[in-house]
């Protein structure tokens, strides 16, 4: 309890004004950057443990990092927004959910859960400048905010991106999509890419996991509106969100959206306080892969299991069945993509960003850098 409370003090004085939020009389505020849309008085924290009401104004966390490192832009994952790239991943502290199968737990969950410690000096103060020059020298060409939920620290990852573009990198964001519809117009000028965890189809499971259905659906919406590349992951968790009906019901709702839309499914190992069941096996994995390519879905992938989900780590062509990407895991073996983004076999344009430089030749990632 003594470290929790060392880090929300640490964390109190590495803030700025925040930007997203409409001022509200008597002091109070109102935070737009996440479903939660909370209303603090002056004094008080949001849903997040993270911003807070300082007399008037809502204070937002700037200017740390809790982790960043280089990562395969498929560890994200993304497998149709510029296949192969190295990213520059950054996160910090806090999360609006507080999931029991939470796989990042340690820096998501500190604030919202007394047994898990995130130790204060793992906090390390950088600008953003220094975000964007350390992807530069490390040859990333992707920027994506991760690791903790990027809706609650969108001011900071907006001052990083804006530097990426002016650099003529690209950038991502990897969340659980419980956004708004202002939040996604202030992004979306200077984000790219959204990765969205779907994690059920059923309204109660989002409340057990402290958020809501409907505002999920929404944001994938809105982000595919406002232009953005959107890429959906689900963690397939056995007896939790893996019945026939909850799985065909989730991929008819994406095909629904768009056929393109690329969906990761993903296999589900005992984490943080999720102890009590097994991991999703190759097989289950598989039959909800074909559940969503039933439904409509043009690019399914089964994930987390490489080398034993067969052709589902795959990319094809989904008018004449040509192998596109190959790969296992995070690696590409093969990209035979066009320059132009299209089979080489049919011509048929493929769902994505696929920058020409990439396309055509063997990859593999090279972390010597
Ligand atoms: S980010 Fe979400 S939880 Fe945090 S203060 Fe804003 S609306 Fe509330």
Not at 247 to 275: C, K
């Amino acid at each position: 309890m003594k470290s929790t409370n060392f880090l929300r003090e640490t964390l109190r004085k590495r803030t700025t004004a925040g930007g997203f939020y409409t001022k509200l009389t008597g002091s109070k505020v109102q935070c737009f950057a996440c479903a939660h849309e909370c209303t603090l008085k002056p004094g008080q924290f949001g849903v997040c443990h993270l911003r807070f009401n300082q007399e008037g104004t809502l204070q937002v966390p700037h200017g740390y990092v809790a982790g960043m490192g280089l990562d395969p832009i498929e560890k994200k994952p993304f497998f149709h927004f510029s296949p192969g790239a190295l990213t520059m991943s950054f996160g910090m502290v806090g999360c609006n959910f507080h999931c029991s199968f939470c796989q990042n737990w340690v820096s998501a969950q500190s604030l919202n859960d007394p047994t898990v410690s995130f130790p204060a000096q793992y906090l390390t103060p950088i600008s953003s400048e220094e975000v964007v020059h350390a992807a530069k020298r490390n040859h990333a060409s992707v920027v994506v905010s991760t690791y903790n939920e990027p809706f609650i620290t969108m001011e900071w990852a907006v001052e990083i991106f804006q530097k990426a573009h002016e650099e003529g990198m690209q950038t991502a964001m990897v969340s659980n999509g419980f956004g708004t519809q202002q939040a996604i117009e202030k992004l979306s000028p200077h984000l790219d890419a959204l990765k969205i965890d779907l994690k059920s189809f059923s309204d109660d499971r989002y409340r057990e996991l402290g958020g809501r259905l409907q505002p999920v659906l929404d944001t994938i919406g809105w982000a595919r509106e406002a232009g953005l590349w959107v890429e959906i992951v689900t963690l397939l968790i056995p007896e939790w969100n893996d019945s026939k009906e909850e799985i065909w019901n989730l991929t008819r709702f994406l095909a629904g959206v768009s056929r393109d839309i690329p969906w990761h499914v993903t296999s589900f190992h005992p984490d943080y306080h999720m102890q009590d069941r097994n991991r999703t096996n190759a097989s289950s994995l598989s039959l909800a892969a074909e559940l969503g390519q039933e439904a409509g879905l043009n690019y399914v992938y089964a994930g987390n299991l490489p080398g034993k989900v067969g052709s589902l780590e795959n990319t094809y062509c989904p008018h004449c069945q040509k192998e596109l990407i190959t790969r296992r895991g995070f690696f590409i073996s093969h990209n035979r993509i066009t320059a132009q983004g299209a089979c080489p076999a049919c011509e048929t344009p493929i769902a994505g960003y696929f920058p020409p430089e990439r396309q055509n030749r063997s990859l593999y990632h090279s972390f010597l850098v």
